[in-house]
């Protein structure tokens, strides 16, 4: 069983920048897909950015502005974000996805604004 816990949430202004975190228990491997998601009110839930150990994807929306980076020592995902958005408002999602299963996290509130 895996359980993923998200952190670093919270109110930033238009321009700021936030640090997400990702903490993984159980059994991770490094083939494991990991990624952020998120969620707005009203809309689906749609992909920010996932990193396998061959690639590193981004919605188009954020590139340029968010990196995606990972550490298996300590079963870590982090999402960096910066230039924040109003758009970017939105409850983020960690995710690990292996053939067979996929976990979520709780989430995490991103609240961009003045």
């Known amino acids: 069983q895996v359980q993923l816990v998200e952190s670093g949430g919270g109110l930033v202004q238009p321009g700021g920048s936030l640090r997400l975190s990702c903490a993984a228990s159980?059994?991770?491997?490094?083939?494991?897909?990991m990624g952020w998601y998120r969620q707005a009110p009203g809309k689906q839930r749609e992909l920010v950015a996932a990193?396998?150990?061959?690639?590193?994807n981004y919605a188009d929306s954020v590139k340029g502005r968010f990196t995606i980076s990972r550490d298996n020592a300590k079963n870590m995902l982090y999402l960096q974000m910066n230039s924040l958005k109003p758009e970017d408002t939105a409850v983020y999602y960690c995710?690990?996805?292996?053939?067979?299963?996929?976990?979520w996290g709780q989430g995490t509130q991103v609240t961009v604004s003045s």
């Open positions: 159980g059994r991770i491997f490094s083939i494991d897909v």
């Open positions: 995710r690990l996805a292996r053939p067979g299963n996929e976990y």
């Open positions: 990193l396998s150990s061959v690639s590193t």
